[in-house]
């Protein structure tokens, strides 16, 4: 089931990431994306982990509300994910682990695809690895709420094949901020997710038509 679809995704992240191009995109207007390599003793290295599964007809992916009273990113949404730990034998290790512990997601089920771009956070410090991965049937998600305010479910093809942009102004930590944001019903997409959702949106255009790609069984 899905064959095809996982074979396009794989040939497509092979062909290339856009990266900065895709990240740019979504940032608040007149801001540019900066690096970290000139503040590498304040990095703080973390994973998120961009799973998708079938249901229906349809390909799911997974994101997450954090809670308002969280820390980092209070009240946002996010990719199920987390910083780096010290038990943690690879970035890639940290993704899996920190989706089992928020959503409940059994890694034996769990295959990962591939690694979209790397993120420089510049607020929080985080520097983020998105990994790619699939599992075959939807999850039998188990929500941590001291980690997770809300679990949102939604269908790729309808995203991909209506990507709206929109802007608004938004108080964050840093003071009233222009944004660039994904509406999703009554949800506001913006910032990192923003970011890393578009270089997957990006390489999801490469395979949508394809047939038995996004939205058929194959």
Known sequence: MYSSFLTYLKEALHEGLSGVEAHQKMLPP?????????????????????????????????LIKRPSTMKHHPGQI??????????????????????????GIDPSYIRIIGKLSELYVEVSKFLIHPFLAWTDHKPNFLVNKAEVEELILFPLSDFVANETIMETDLDTITGRLRIRYYPFNSQIIWGATAMILSELIEILKKIQGRPLSLGSKG
């Not at 961009?50 to 992916?61: A, S, T, V, W």
């Open 30 to 62: 007149g801001r540019r994306l900066k690096t970290h390599e000139n503040e590498l003793s304040l990095v703080k290295p973390s994973s998120v982990l961009l799973l998708l599964y079938p249901e229906g007809d349809q390909i799911f992916i997974c």
């Open 78 to 103: 996010s990719f199920p994910g987390g910083k780096v730990e010290k038990e943690d034998t690879s970035v890639e290790m940290t993704a899996i682990r920190e989706a089992q512990e928020e959503v």
